[in-house]
């Protein structure tokens, strides 16, 4: 069988790679990784080498080559249904995909004004009308899932799930940018960023050597 190959970025800034890499970590799923630090000097020939888009993450299985981190997961939860990466249940799948996409589609502001960076600590920065009321929203979604799946598990959903992924990258957000996130919303990203893949993740970020301007505020 061919070997799963995931193409990622920096840890410390590509939270697109964090999402599907956090899937095949927590779900035991082998895997060989290609680093490909971004912006760095032929950085965008290499990943063509690799993506149709020249972006991460992509998974290679073969010939085939499978882009964009959605899509990545929902191959995953196809080639291995016993992982349960989906709920089992029809109507929790559906909210769970459907939270899932509102994370892959929106929440721009959030993300053109917190932009993941692990090694940092920037508290209050980026804080504009828009990202408050993109992190209310947020807040609202972990509340509700949790409210309602607390006895199935520790996760959105009970158990772990491709949705938990979506949002990983959330909980270092509010980690760098001392988002404040109480009850069970900050129960579950303290969970989240407990998890031991997510520590080895944290850890490499911190090894990391490269820096890219773009993600670093000029005055700190």
Not at 105 to 116: Q, T, V
Request: aromatic content about 10%.
């Amino acid at each position: 069988m061919n070997r799963l190959v995931l193409v990622i970025g920096n840890r410390n800034y590509s939270s697109w790679s964090l999402r599907p890499w956090l899937v095949m970590e927590q779900a035991g799923i082998p895997f060989t990784e290609i680093r490909i630090p971004l912006y760095a000097p032929g950085a965008s020939q290499r990943l063509l080498e690799h993506s149709p888009s020249g972006k991460v993450p992509v998974l290679k299985h073969g010939a085939l080559a499978v882009w964009d981190s959605l899509a990545i997961c929902e191959y995953l939860a196809e080639r291995f249904p016993d992982k349960g990466l989906w709920p089992h249940d029809l109507l929790t799948r559906a909210q769970a995909r459907s939270i899932s996409a509102e994370m892959h589609s929106g929440f721009s502001a959030l993300r053109e004004n917190m932009f993941m960076n692990i090694r940092r600590h920037m508290p209050g920065r980026g804080r504009t009308p828009a990202v408050e009321a993109d992190i209310e929203r947020i807040l609202s979604i972990w509340r509700g899932c949790r409210a309602r799946y607390a006895s199935a598990g520790p996760f959105l959903f009970g158990a772990f799930s491709i949705a938990d992924a979506m949002y990983a990258p959330v909980a270092l957000r509010f980690q760098t940018y001392a988002v404040t996130a109480d009850g069970s919303a900050g129960e579950y990203a303290a969970h989240l960023l407990s998890l031991p893949a997510m520590k080895k993740w944290i850890a490499a970020a911190h090894a990391e050597t490269e820096r890219i301007d773009r993600y670093e505020p000029v005055d700190n």
